[in-house]
Nanobody, 124 residues
Framework: QVQLVESGGGLVQAGGSLRLSCAAS????????MGWFRQAPGKEREFVAA????????NYSDSVKGRFTISRDNAKNTVYLQMSLLKPEDTAVYYC?????????????????WGQGTQVTVSS
């Protein structure tokens, strides 16, 4: 079992930056893949980025590539999502997720563990 807690959301102007954190507890993340997803009102949950913890190979959606970056702190068992050049269309609730397989996936149903979500609002 693993528990995930996100933090770092908020309100930011277009062009600004935010860093989201996802702290994991209950099990080491070395056997996991971690994903970030987002969901805007009235829309389906959307893949943002994912990382395989063992070698930190990363995968990003086209909509965020070049603007968002995943990083980690092994000692804190925490993964971060640094978001830059934010746009109003990035507004959503952001979720981190974990799956007990060292294979990244863009499909929400492949992830068995989810955080509670954190709101990101980008004003124009």
């Amino acid at each position: 079992q693993v528990q995930l807690v996100e933090s770092g959301g908020g309100l930011v102007q277009a062009g600004g930056s935010l860093r989201l954190s996802c702290a994991a507890s209950g099990r080491t993340l070395i056997t996991y893949s971690m994903g970030w997803f987002r969901q805007a009102p009235g829309k389906e949950r959307e893949f943002v980025a994912a990382v395989r913890w063992s070698d930190f190979s990363q995968n990003y959606s086209d909509s965020v590539k070049g603007r968002f970056t995943i990083s980690r702190d092994n000692a804190k068992n925490t993964v971060y999502l640094q978001m830059s050049l934010l746009k109003p269309e990035d507004t959503a609730v952001y979720y981190c997720a974990a799956r007990l397989r060292p294979v990244v996936s863009r499909i929400p149903e492949d992830y068995g563990y989810w955080g509670q979500g954190t709101q990101v609002t980008v004003s124009s």
